[in-house]
């Protein structure tokens, strides 16, 4: 099934509280305390653009891939609205290939890579990333923890109405296999009706030490796990992490 269709026209109407902001400012403490002077960055997941258009204001010169057709239609638009010159490619980053083309770094940013769920497949993403990098270029990127997925998320039913648009969000998450499938409904009003929407995802729950272990392999050094944008560590309950490496 198809994932992030019609669940792209309402998801920044849903988003409005993330701390796209922060993330953005993060990515450029980071690059800035490794002393990265290049400024082309490749963001992988990239979504409708958030984090995109607002690493472009600060500068830089931004490449955009998404799986989603849709998310990127929406990234688009709004490059385009707010006069900001971003390349935005369809791609799946399991296959990544951008002809040869180096950055100076490569984020990722709300989940992106929970949704790589096979091992095989999250190495091909590092190994991607990996030549994708100009040397001593940095891969900054988050996941969303295991604690969240089996404890906050995790056979909870979420749901939201705004004006002209409902979802329901389904969670359930298997410990075995540290995998949550999430079915979404997605309401759209159109002509005064609702037009009722299905999407089903699977994330994965990858521990950091697993995570590590594979950037490790690959040849990245400099490894660093946060537990937030403070840059403090990952504790037990953290929600969220952010894995920061070079190349
Ligand atoms: C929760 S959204 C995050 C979007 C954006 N990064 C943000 O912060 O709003 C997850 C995104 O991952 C994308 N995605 C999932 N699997 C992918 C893959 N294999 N390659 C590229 N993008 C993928 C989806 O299409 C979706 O846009």
Sequence with gaps: MMIYQNFAFIYDQFMENVQYQDWADF????????????DKILELACGTGNVTGLLRKKGYDMTGIDISEDMLT??????????????????????????????????????????????????????????????????????????????ILGQNTFAETSEDSAYI??????????????????????????????????????????LCSKIEEIGFKNIKVY???????????SERIYICVQK
């Design 27 to 38: 990515v450029e403490e980071v690059l800035n305390s490794n002393e990265i002077k290049g």
């Design 74 to 151: 929406i990234a688009q638009e709004k490059s385009y609205e707010n006069n900001l010159k971003i390349k935005y490619l369809k791609q799946d980053m399991r296959t990544l290939n951008l002809n040869k083309s180096k950055y100076d770094a490569v984020v990722s940013f709300c989940d992106g890579i929970n949704y790589i769920i096979e091992e095989e497949d999250l190495g091909a993403v590092f190994e991607n990333v990996y030549k994708h990098l100009n040397d001593e270029g940095i891969f900054i990127f988050d996941i969303s923890t295991e604690y969240k997925l089996k404890n």
């Design 169 to 210: 969000w389904e969670n359930y998450y298997d410990e075995r296999t540290r995998i949550l499938e999430f079915d979404l409904n997605i309401f759209i009003e159109e002509d005064e009706m609702y037009t009722r929407h299905f999407e089903s995802h699977r994330q994965k729950a990858h521990r950091s030490d697993e």
């Design 227 to 237: 537990g937030s944008i403070d840059f403090s560590p990952e504790k037990e309950d």
